[in-house]
C-alpha cells in the first residue's frame, strides 16, 4: 500500500501528511512532483494543504493545469481513492472533480482553530470507519474555505447525500455548513479541515487517523 | 540574455524580427478582462471595504463590490480570433464561472490589416 502526496510549488502540508501516514499508520508514501506523470504503483492520492503556486489569481485555479493533475483524474475517475485537504479541496473543485467554490472567509479572517464536525459518511470511501452522525473534531486553518454553490446545486448535493463533513458552529460562512464534500462515486473526498493534524494524541486528537486509516481497509 | 527590443516578445533563436516582414504584420490586440463576484455571492473583502469608507467619512455608498481587472496583448491573425482565444481564457482561468462573472473589450492595438 503506497500513497501518493502530490507536491505543488507552494504546498506546505505535504510533510505532515508523510508524517501522518508514515509515523502513525505505517504506510509507504511517495512525492508526487507536480510535473510527475507516472502514478504507477500509487493506491491513493492526497492533494495537500498549502499554497499551490502562491494561490496567484485564485487557490487552487494554476495548480489546475499541473501536469500530475492528467494522472490524477485519470485516477479518479478509474475509481482509485482521491483525498483533497484545505488547498486539496480547493483544487479538486477547480479541477471539476468536485462542484462548487472556496471563498473567501466571511469575517475575512485566516481562521486556524479546532472545528467540531459532523460526519454524514454515505458511500464515501474516506469515511466508511465513522457512524453516521457521528461527531468529530478536526483542526482547521484557511482564509479562503468558505463554500459557494448556487441553492440548486446544494439542494442536489444534499439529496445526493454528498455533503460528508458539516461544520457544527460554521465559522466561515459556507452555504450548507459545508465542510466537505464526496463525488457520485464517493472515491474522491475533498474537505478543509486538516485530519492529518488530528492523528496524535499529543498533537490535538486522533479523529483524523480513521480517515487517513480508511485507504487501508 | 536581455532581449534588446524591450518588454514585449520573447527572445527566440533565429532571425530578428526585423528579417521576419511576415511576423511582422501579426496584428497585436489589446484586451482589458473584468472579473467580478457573481451578485449572488456574498463579497466580504467588499463589504469590509464598504465598512472603512463609512468611517473615512465618505457616506451612502450602498453597494461596493471587488472584482479583478485584467489587461493583456495578444497577437492573432484577425479579430475573430482573438476574440475567441480571450474567451476561452476568460471562461477556463481568469473566471471561475461557479463565482465569477467576466466582461471583455477588445481592440486592435498596431499591425497589419484588420480582418
Redesign the interface.
Known amino acids: 500500500m503506497t500513497v501518493g502526496i502530490v507536491v505543488f510549488p507552494g504546498s506546505n502540508c505535504d510533510r505532515d501528511v508523510r508524517w501522518a501516514l508514515e509515523g502513525c499508520l505505517q504506510l509507504s508514501t511517495r512525492f508526487l512532483w507536480h510535473e510527475e506523470r507516472d502514478l504507477g504503483g500509487i493506491d491513493a492520492v492526497v492533494l495537500p494543504g498549502g499554497f499551490s503556486y502562491g494561490d496567484y489569481l485564485r487557490c487552487g485555479a494554476i495548480a489546475r493545469f499541473a501536469p500530475v493533475l492528467e494522472a490524477v483524474r485519470d485516477f479518479a475517475d478509474g475509481g482509485g481513492p482521491v483525498l483533497g485537504i484545505c488547498n486539496g479541496f480547493q483544487v479538486l473543485t477547480e479541477m471539476g472533480l468536485l462542484p462548487g467554490a472556496l471563498t473567501r472567509n466571511q469575517k475575512l479572517h485566516f481562521l486556524c482553530e479546532p472545528a467540531p464536525l459532523e460526519v454524514r459518511p454515505g458511500t464515501c470511501q474516506w469515511l466508511k470507519s465513522y457512524g453516521e452522525g457521528e461527531a468529530i473534531n478536526l483542526p482547521i486553518a484557511h482564509g479562503e474555505g468558505r463554500y459557494q454553490c448556487d441553492a440548486d446545486q446544494l439542494q442536489q448535493l444534499e439529496g445526493e447525500g454528498r455533503v460528508v463533513l458539516r461544520y457544527g458552529q460554521n465559522p466561515n460562512g459556507s452555504v450548507g455548513d459545508v465542510a466537505g464534500l464526496t463525488n457520485p462515486a464517493g472515491n474522491v473526498l475533498g474537505l478543509m479541515p486538516h485530519p492529518e493534524r488530528a492523528c496524535d494524541p499529543a498533537t490535538g486528537g486522533t479523529d483524523g487517523l480513521r480517515l487517513l486509516a480508511s485507504v487501508l481497509a | 540574455m536581455v532581449h534588446p527590443g524591450g518588454s514585449r516578445g520573447a527572445w527566440t533563436l533565429g532571425l530578428p524580427r526585423f528579417n521576419k516582414p511576415l511576423a511582422a504584420q501579426v496584428p497585436l490586440f489589446s484586451a482589458h478582462v473584468q472579473v467580478s463576484l457573481r451578485s449572488?455571492?456574498?463579497d466580504?473583502?467588499g463589504e469590509?471595504t464598504r465598512a472603512a469608507a463609512a468611517r473615512l467619512g465618505v457616506d451612502g455608498i450602498k453597494t461596493l463590490r471587488i472584482g479583478k481587472s485584467i489587461h493583456l496583448e495578444l497577437e492573432a491573425p484577425d479579430r475573430a480570433t482573438a476574440q475567441a482565444q480571450i474567451e476561452l481564457l476568460s471562461d477556463r482561468?481568469?473566471a471561475?464561472p461557479?463565482?465569477e462573472d467576466w466582461s471583455l473589450e477588445l481592440a486592435e492595438t498596431h499591425g497589419g490589416p484588420q480582418a
Do not use: G
Request: no cysteine; aromatic share 0%.
Open positions: 449572488s455571492v456574498l466580504p473583502a469590509a482561468l481568469l471561475n461557479v463565482i
